[in-house]
């Protein structure tokens, strides 16, 4: 039985929508940037309408429901203890990542990281005049690993930071305890600064892997780490701009917010409403969506197996993401070739390699459906000759 409604959906065409505008009057179905087009959870919606009609949107400190929520979550879903001291607000976890590249970095120092990997990776160091090392992951029939002989030869006396993506986007894998443990010795080996991504953390899809938190690692993380996370990816609130930091060493924390300075203010007062609410009442929605995302993702496994065999799917340990190796189609301009058989996908080169695109499932599942239909269509004009 279902509570909540993953099909019936509002519109998103004229409301400012990233996904939706691209692709404005032509009939091409957005499947690309990560954001779900389900509505929010409506314990959320109350929450929003809450603050709303109290009418005063002033300058807003982060909320003591909503450090204090984090700090619940953390506990009780990460296994996790925090201190509430440890938290720092920023509007997204781009910034975050842009931020970490300037604190920790030096003009002529750089990060490593491992691609393919979620675009702001690669362009962070870039836009902050810092240098980049992107070591490929070691990719066995689609499933990804990390190469620690690729990035034990790469790396450099000027590398300062370890930009880590867990759960991986795009290929969604969720890192085991032993893979973390080796970031971390690499890390420590080398004297870096660990960033972990774990803004999809709440999206675990196997039955067979649980989240583990960079924090949980080794006490060495606490000294020498930092944890981006949000509510925005599992309860669908990007628009919302609330995201997260937690720093347990002083000094690295200082740094940070020294890098921080200026470059934006509060966040929004319904950002910390959205925040709080998701993680005190969203647990029986995130339930219900993981259900949908489960069958998403079946669907787009046997439908590719059945009908499009020479793409290759990634086994997705979690996200809303399907990684699909499309190099056998030998496509000149994969993102053009399917926007002209009406699906618009994101395309490999923007996560650091070609010949893959990326697919957002987090639709309802006659859209997936209808997608696929398409995609059929591309593949076989692709396998014809008609790219
Ligand atoms: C790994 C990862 N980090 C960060 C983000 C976006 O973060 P934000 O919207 O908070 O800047 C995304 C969005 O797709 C993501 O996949």
Request: aromatic letters at 12%; glycine letters at 6%; one cysteine or more.
């Given at each position: 039985m279902s509570t909540y409604d993953f099909e019936n959906l509002p519109n998103r065409s004229n409301t400012g929508s990233i996904k939706w505008d691209r692709y404005a009057d032509r009939d091409i179905l957005p499947m690309w940037v990560a954001d779900m087009d389900f509505r929010a959870a409506p314990e959320v919606e109350a929450a929003l309408q809450e603050r709303v009609s109290h009418g005063v949107f002033g300058y807003t400190n982060p909320t003591a429901e909503a450090v204090q929520a984090i700090c619940r979550y953390m506990s009780e879903v990460h296994g996790c203890h925090i201190e509430e001291t440890w938290i720092l607000w920023t509007p997204g976890i781009v910034p975050a990542l842009n931020i970490a590249a300037r604190a920790f970095c030096n003009q002529g120092q750089g990060v490593i990281t491992t691609v393919p990997?979620?675009?702001?990776?690669?362009?962070?160091?870039?836009?902050?005049?810092?240098?980049?090392l992107s070591?490929?992951?070691?990719?066995?029939?689609?499933?990804?690993?990390?190469?620690?002989?690729?990035?034990?030869?790469?790396?450099?006396?000027?590398?300062?930071v370890f930009f880590l993506c867990n759960p991986?986007?795009?290929?969604?894998?969720?890192?085991s305890r032993d893979e973390l443990t080796q970031v971390v010795q690499f890390c420590d080996r080398h004297q870096l600064i660990l960033v972990s991504d774990e803004i999809h953390c709440d999206l675990i899809l196997s039955a067979d892997h649980e989240h583990c938190t960079a924090l949980k690692i080794d006490d060495w993380v606490k000294k020498n780490g930092v944890?981006?996370?949000?509510?925005?990816?599992?309860?669908?609130?990007?628009?919302l701009a609330c995201s997260f930091v937690i720093i347990s060493d002083d000094a690295l924390r200082r740094s940070f917010r020294?890098?921080?300075?200026?470059?934006?203010?509060?966040l929004n007062c319904l950002g910390y409403a959205a925040c709080a609410a998701a993680y005190q009442h969203g647990e029986s929605w995130r339930r219900e969506l993981l259900q949908v995302l489960r069958r998403n993702y079946a669907e787009i496994v046997q439908f590719t197996e059945e009908t499009m065999p020479l793409i290759k799917v990634s086994p997705l340990q979690a996200t809303y993401l399907a990684w699909l190796d499309i190099r056998?189609?030998?496509?000149?301009?994969?993102?053009?070739?399917?926007?002209?058989?009406?699906?618009?996908?994101n395309d490999g080169t923007e996560f650091g390699v070609p010949g893959f695109v990326r697919l957002n499932f987090g639709c309802p599942p006659s859209r997936l459906r209808e997608a696929l239909r398409r995609m059929k269509i591309a593949y076989d004009d692709a396998v014809r000759g008609d790219k």
């Open positions: 990997i979620y675009p702001p990776f690669l362009t962070a160091p870039r836009y902050q005049e810092r240098k980049l070591v490929a992951l070691h990719n066995s029939a689609g499933f990804y690993t990390f190469d620690w002989d690729a990035l034990e030869r790469n790396i450099t006396a000027e590398t300062r991986h986007n795009p290929v969604g894998r969720v890192w944890t981006l996370m949000a509510p925005s990816k599992t309860y669908n609130l990007c628009g020294r890098s921080m300075r200026g470059l934006f203010n509060e056998a189609l030998k496509l000149h301009h994969p993102r053009t070739h399917f926007e002209r058989r009406g699906v618009g996908l």
